[in-house]
């Protein structure tokens, strides 16, 4: 049985380096065309580079940035340190639900509710709030986890040396930096991939300049990717594989650099 398992695994890995391979070397060398980051595009987005999508995506990140971690962080705090065991367990469940819940479910809720409702239209702001939604429940999920796993006896240590419940709390965030650092980089990396959430948000498919306060649409890596796949030639196709393969190779780097805390935090 042991073979089977192993056989498994190492296919699952092959396809996935071929995968990923594929898509790489299908774009890395358009990233070295003069103007591929820095102009914007141009007939149709078959001429020209994705500096407004690059923008666009890290203006998104940071938003995402500054409303997720202040709020996924006091919640993980909330859970993990002051709520009652059994309305922890329960707020930990409705988390891991809302966890589950397909992205375009909070797309179709932040259209309706954020541009819609409290009238912020298509915008940087509806789409970050959609994706900081999303984001929430994902970034405690792994959180809550990385405090828990702090051992009981620092607590009991702590407070019986004199501290107060906060003093305590604060210690077991310095205990579990490098887990919550991990959910951190976790979370931005999912809602750097995310396609769904933004498209009926806050994204536009063409735009001749960059967005000039929160309520302006902006464009993104994943949605100028669809956009060009699903409605133009084989002309812009080009951009397309370019774009897949610099997420693709940032997706690695975020990864990569989990994987490097994980370690560091095991040894």
């Known amino acids: 049985m042991k073979w089977f398992f192993r056989i498994v695994a190492y296919t699952v890995f092959v396809a996935l380096v071929i995968v990923i391979v594929t898509i790489v070397f299908s774009g890395v060398g358009y990233l070295f065309k003069p103007g591929f980051f820095t102009q914007f595009p141009r007939s149709g987005m078959s001429e020209g580079g994705i500096f407004p999508s690059l923008v666009g995506s890290l203006l998104l990140i940071i938003v995402v940035f500054?409303?997720?971690?202040?709020?996924?962080?006091?919640?993980?705090?909330?859970?993990?340190?002051?709520?009652?065991?059994?309305f922890s367990i329960l707020l930990q469940s409705l988390v891991a639900t809302m966890n589950s819940i397909p992205s375009i479910v909070y797309g179709l809720f932040g259209l309706s509710f954020f541009c819609v409702k409290l009238g912020f239209g298509t915008s940087l702001i509806s789409a970050s709030l959609t994706l900081s939604t999303m984001a929430i429940p994902f970034f405690m999920n792994s959180a809550v986890e990385f405090t828990r796993a702090v051992p009981r006896e620092l607590r009991e240590g702590v407070i019986a040396l004199g501290a107060n419940k906060i003093q305590s709390t604060l210690m077991v965030l310095r205990a579990s930096k490098s887990g919550l650092l991990t959910a951190v980089i976790?979370?931005?990396?999912?809602?750097?991939?995310?396609?769904?959430?933004?498209?009926?948000?806050?994204?536009?498919?063409?735009?001749?300049?960059?967005?000039?306060?929160?309520?302006?649409?902006?464009?993104?890596?994943?949605?100028?990717?669809?956009?060009?796949?699903?409605?133009?030639?084989?002309?812009?196709?080009?951009?397309?594989?370019?774009?897949?393969?610099?997420?693709?190779?940032?997706?690695?780097?975020?990864?990569?650099?989990?994987?490097?805390?994980?370690?560091?935090?095991?040894?």
Request: hydrophobic share 50%.
């Open 186 to 267: 976790l979370t931005l990396g999912r809602a750097f991939s995310e396609t769904a959430p933004i498209l009926v948000t806050g994204a536009v498919f063409y735009a001749t300049k960059l967005p000039s306060k929160i309520t302006d649409p902006v464009m993104t890596l994943p949605t100028s990717i669809y956009a060009i796949v699903m409605n133009l030639g084989e002309k812009a196709q080009w951009m397309a594989k370019g774009m897949a393969s610099l997420m693709v190779l940032i997706m690695i780097a975020i990864y990569s650099v989990v994987q490097i805390l994980r370690r560091n935090k095991d040894e």
């Open 66 to 86: 500054l409303i997720t971690i202040p709020v996924g962080l006091f919640g993980t705090i909330f859970i993990s340190e002051f709520a009652p065991r059994r």
